[in-house]
């Protein structure tokens, strides 16, 4: 494809996007939840202000550094304008392995829950939508039997936007690249809690460089965010004992955020 046809294709997604992000949005105005949304819960995901020219018709100027990345980020007023960046963005080679930009699925809902994953997977890469796969229907199943909510009640994103070549786990450059866009889009979701799915989101968040044992069984603070770390669900399904110690740290993230266990 073209440059052009590229960058038709990536405002074409968003605006796919964006469509049924407001009609989520209308859904959960009407919809009845096992929570009551909080004030915080229902801070505008939607944001109805002109997207800058700039977005949508300006290539991203080569080299990229993470001060420029950061200058990008700052720049986007809204989740709205930040998705499209993200899905034209050609800072790190990961880009290449783009086919349909995935940014996040959800909205902050009751308690303002936040799953962050590492990377899209080749499934999420032909959806659009993170956590698409077996290990997204576990993780949909947390969210559905476990939390008593729903995957458009809690924010699902990953830590880098693009795809990593055979699954890996994104190198460090990759990740200083992509973080701030991640970095904007917490303070745009403004989630409370932050539940990483595994080592590299867990340690991203905490700035650490510490094995995933170290980090769970605990809850964090940053920001006037508690961060619970937990299992990847792909961990899950390599190993179903884990299973046990990942509704325990799911358990302590519903605690902070005040979401009762469904009965
Ligand atoms: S992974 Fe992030 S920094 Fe790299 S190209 Fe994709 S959006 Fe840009």
């Given amino acids: 494809m073209s440059q052009e046809q590229n960058e038709l294709a990536a405002l074409s997604q968003a605006l796919k996007k964006t469509m049924e992000r407001k009609r989520h949005l209308g859904q959960r105005r009407v919809g009845r939840g096992p929570c009551t949304a909080s004030p915080r819960a229902t801070t505008a995901k939607i944001d109805a202000t002109p997207v800058p020219v700039a977005h949508l018709a300006q290539p991203q100027v080569l080299p990229a550094s993470p001060e420029s990345q950061t200058t990008m980020a700052r720049e986007c007023l809204n989740l709205d304008q930040l998705e499209r960046a993200a899905s034209r963005c050609q800072a790190c080679p990961l880009h290449k392995g783009r086919?349909?930009?995935?940014?996040?699925?959800?909205?902050?809902?009751?308690?303002?829950?936040?799953?962050?994953?590492?990377?899209?997977?080749?499934?999420?890469?032909?959806?659009?939508?993170?956590?698409?796969?077996?290990?997204?229907?576990?993780?949909?199943?947390?969210?559905?039997?476990?939390?008593?909510?729903?995957?458009?009640?809690?924010?699902?994103?990953?830590?880098?936007?693009?795809?990593?070549?055979?699954?890996?786990?994104?190198?460090?450059?990759?990740?200083?690249?992509?973080?701030?866009?991640?970095?904007?889009?917490?303070?745009?979701?403004?989630?409370?809690?932050?539940?990483?799915?595994?080592?590299?989101?867990?340690?991203?968040?905490?700035?650490?460089?510490?094995?995933?044992?170290?980090?769970?069984?605990?809850?964090?603070?940053?920001?006037?965010?508690?961060?619970?770390?937990?299992?990847?669900?792909?961990?899950?399904l390599q190993d179903p004992a884990k299973k046990r110690d990942c509704w325990a740290d799911i358990r302590r993230a519903m605690a902070a955020a005040d979401i009762k266990k469904p009965s």
């Fill in 99 to 236: 086919h349909n930009p995935v940014f996040s699925d959800g909205n902050p809902g009751p308690g303002g829950i936040l799953f962050l994953g590492e990377a899209p997977s080749d499934a999420d890469n032909s959806t659009g939508t993170p956590f698409s796969g077996p290990p997204g229907q576990l993780l949909t199943d947390i969210i559905v039997k476990g939390m008593g909510l729903n995957r458009q009640q809690v924010t699902i994103t990953p830590m880098v936007k693009c795809p990593t070549p055979g699954g890996r786990a994104p190198a460090g450059e990759e990740v200083e690249l992509c973080a701030p866009i991640l970095r904007r889009q917490l303070e745009l979701v403004n989630p409370r809690v932050l539940i990483p799915l595994g080592q590299g989101p867990a340690n991203f968040l905490l700035a650490r460089k510490s094995p995933l044992a170290e980090l769970r069984n605990q809850i964090f603070e940053s920001q006037g965010r508690q961060i619970v770390a937990t299992f990847h669900p792909g961990q899950l």
